[in-house]
């Protein structure tokens, strides 16, 4: 079955870049579906981060887009989010997720998310 | 981008119906039929229930359903039952590719 897995470091120092992975199983990356990432701090609501497409199509959160870059990796069926100069406020849990074939605006499969923790 | 709002929590006996409504704006929830909702356990992924305001994915009971008017989109659960207590979000096309969720609503099943 199509299985989504994100993988990261656990704890980034402040101003630090955050890098996390999400490997993807089950369905080809470069098929019609999009890639996202949602992020959710500790007892708080989700925020979109960004979306990408195999092809190089992305699509950012207007108050993140400065500091994240999106991007897959075909030959590796995996996807990444890199997001700069880190603070308290990043503090989440990060999930990766996938669009259907049919479109952009919702995530139909979710991985299980990642906890990331900024602190010195 | 602005918030999208919606209750903090509702509440429903077993067999009742619940309805939580996501209030946005002409810029996203009434820009266009991309509203979507999803419910999440604790310490679980979010799960899609609805998407293009009123359609379920394959397995979700059609106890869950979802319609839009004007700026305001909602979710309404009929027959509530004990495994619904969850958090649910909306979340919307926002333009130009874009998303924005609210910021939840937790459904207590009493």
């Known amino acids: 079955q199509v299985q989504l897995q994100e993988s990261g470091p656990g704890l980034v120092r402040p101003s630090e870049t955050l890098s996390l992975t999400c490997g993807v199983s089950g369905i080809s990356i470069t098929g019609g579906s999009y890639w996202g990432w949602i992020r959710q701090p500790p007892g708080k609501g989700l925020e979109w981060i960004a979306t990408?497409?195999?092809?190089?199509?992305?699509y950012y959160n207007p108050s993140l887009r400065s500091r994240i870059t999106i991007s897959v990796d075909t030959s590796k069926s995996q996807f990444s989010l890199k997001l700069t100069s880190m603070t308290a406020a990043d503090t989440a849990v990060y999930y990766c997720?996938?669009?259907?074939?049919?479109?952009?605006?919702?995530?139909?499969?979710w991985g299980q998310g990642t906890m990331v923790t900024v602190s010195s | 981008q602005s918030a999208l709002t919606q209750p903090r929590s509702v509440s429903g006996s077993p067999g009742q119906s619940v309805t939580i409504s996501c209030t946005g704006t002409s810029s996203d929830v009434g820009r266009d039929d991309y509203v979507s909702w999803y419910q999440q356990h604790p310490g679980k992924a979010p799960k899609l229930l609805i998407y293009d305001v009123s359609e379920r994915p394959s397995g979700v009971p059609d106890r869950f359903s979802g319609s839009k008017s004007g700026n305001t989109a909602s979710l309404t659960i009929s027959g509530l039952q004990p495994d619904d207590e969850a958090d649910y979000y909306c979340c919307s096309h926002a333009g130009a590719y874009t998303l924005i969720f609210d910021g939840g609503t937790k459904v207590t099943v009493l």
């Open positions: 997720a996938k669009t259907p074939d049919t479109s952009i605006f919702l995530f139909d499969l």
């Open positions: 990408v497409y195999h092809s190089g199509g992305t």
